[in-house]
């Protein structure tokens, strides 16, 4: 086929596509937004063609297109092209046995770092909260969706992807060897601080976190602690349930979440008195780390009046994604719902904000302490750190619950309401 005859079909493919959804946009829209929309790209698309110094490959335009039109959405969205979806769904059916242990989103178009589970891989790359991963095994992932970073993160056991990292201070990117291994189990992290003071971290909301949540919160009442520090810092992945079910441990009363889209119908998860097993006061630590179950544990604690939440202002990524398949083999992933917080913020776009601003302490003394030769053994808490020691001192000003129940009135029978209601009346003369 001559190169006329190649333009001409790709041209009358355009128009053809473009008349058709013009159309279909027509019959379900009320105004012609989306129309002129497609006029404009109808017409982008012409002067490409045309106008452009040389011939375009027609399909490198549309991919690019598509990707950028889905990544405009959120951090979350992402367009697959038919090579991509098959790469993409061939890994995920088969679960790798190792991984890096990061949670990432898209940053500046890039793929970036929110945090790392303790002993991961990533964290023995020392990759941290901002750090943007401009190229993964190579590849860039300036049009790689989050789904498919991960799935470039995973592998056999001691497999070594090279990260190209780009750092807060460093003017070129960073060169990174990470090796993939079989992640831990991520253990909680508990603590007995100034007085009665229990101190509980979270390092993600996998399966089953809840119960034991539940588990240790026992083992605190029979200790006799009458205070907690639920420390989500660095918390930010894991399944959404779990972070309901958590909340559900401490709350008595309340909306924990609202999950809601375009599509999607509300759905309000809300405490269960039976389900609540600690009712001390307690406190809740965040930062900008701080994602997914998380925030909504967080937002749940202090929207209901709970406790404080400390710190800093969470990351925002509490959504729901769905996998759809198009015609030609291609695919999107596409954010169709988001949480709420029990006050009505969309978690995504205003995060948790802290009903205590604390700022965390400097990156460089963070690492100098872990450096140290006489740094913290695991599973205990720096006393110098300046959230933990804002949230004791909230704590220490407030008196102990006598009892568990003692913020529940008891319920009175219909019996007893009547016989009230007969001794308040006015006796006869």
Not at 234 to 248: F, H, K, L, N, V
Request: with cysteine; glycine share 6%; aromatic share 4%.
């Amino acid at each position: 086929m001559s190169p006329l005859a190649k333009k001409i079909v790709i041209a009358f493919s355009v128009l053809v596509l473009v008349y058709v959804t013009a159309g279909y946009l027509r019959a379900r829209a009320s105004d012609d937004k989306s129309f002129h929309a497609l006029t404009v790209y109808s017409e982008v698309l012409e002067h490409i063609q045309r106008d452009y110094v040389d011939e375009p490959n027609m399909h490198q335009v549309t991919n690019g297109a598509l990707h950028g039109l889905v990544d405009s959405l959120d951090p979350e969205s992402t367009y697959l092209s038919p090579l991509e979806y098959k790469d993409y769904k061939e890994k995920s059916e088969q679960p790798a046995p190792a991984s890096a242990g990061a949670t990432l989103t898209k940053r500046f178009g890039y793929i970036s770092v929110i945090s790392t589970l303790p002993d991961s891989p990533a964290e023995k790359a020392a990759l941290q909260l901002g750090d943007i991963i401009e190229k993964i095994a190579g590849f860039t992932t300036g049009q790689m969706g989050v789904d498919q970073a991960q799935v470039l993160l995973t592998g056999v056991p001691g497999t070594v992807v090279k990260l190209s990292v780009i750092r807060r201070g460093k003017p070129e990117p960073q060169e990174v060897n990470l090796t993939l291994a079989k992640l831990p189990t991520p253990k909680l992290v508990e603590d007995k601080l100034a007085g009665d003071v229990a101190y509980l971290r979270i390092p993600e909301f996998e399966a089953g976190v809840s119960q034991q949540i539940r588990t240790r919160l026992a083992e605190f009442n029979r200790q006799g602690a009458h205070k907690l520090i639920l420390d989500l810092r660095d918390c930010s992945s894991g399944e959404m349930q779990e972070g309901i079910s958590t909340a559900q441990l401490f709350l008595n009363s309340g909306t924990i979440t609202t999950l809601k889209g375009q599509t999607v119908s509300p759905v309000v998860s809300s405490a269960e008195p039976s389900k609540a097993v600690w009712a001390q006061p307690m406190t809740v630590l965040i930062g900008n780390s701080t994602a997914g179950p998380a925030e909504i544990v967080a937002s749940a604690i202090a929207d209901n009046h709970r406790g404080d939440t400390i710190g800093d202002r969470s990351y925002g990524t509490a959504s729901m994604q769905k996998l759809m398949q198009l015609d030609d083999g291609s695919a999107i992933i596409l954010t169709i719902a988001n949480y709420y917080t029990p006050a009505g913020k969309e978690i995504p776009t205003d995060g948790v904000v802290p009903t205590v601003a604390v700022a965390p302490p400097p990156a460089d003394s963070v690492a100098e302490m872990e450096q140290s030769p006489s740094a913290l053994p695991a599973g205990t808490v720096s006393p110098d750190d300046p959230v933990v020691k804002k949230a004791i001192e909230i704590l220490q000003s407030v008196a102990p619950m006598k009892k568990a129940a003692a913020n529940r009135k008891p319920a009175r029978s219909n019996t007893t309401a009547v016989l009230e209601s007969l001794a308040s009346m006015p006796q006869a003369a």
